[in-house]
């Protein structure tokens, strides 16, 4: 029996976490930005917006 299909759920599986675990980064600094006035969106708060497509602000 072959362990290839596990160690490519295993390698899905964490991709998957990392990717939601930034998303849920983003659209907390982005949630604070937002209560804080003008500030600069971050790298992640851009990725969230663009991976969950939700645009609060222009």
Known sequence: ???LPLI???VL???TAVGYA???IGMR???RCMSLGKVPP???A???RR???CHVRG
């Open 13 to 15: 599986a964490a991709a």
């Open 1 to 3: 029996m072959s362990a």
């Open 29 to 31: 600094q982005e949630d």
């Open 46 to 48: 851009g990725l969230a």
């Open 51 to 53: 991976v969950t497509g």
């Open 8 to 10: 490519v759920a295993l």
């Open 42 to 44: 971050s790298r992640t």
């Open 22 to 24: 930034l998303v849920l």
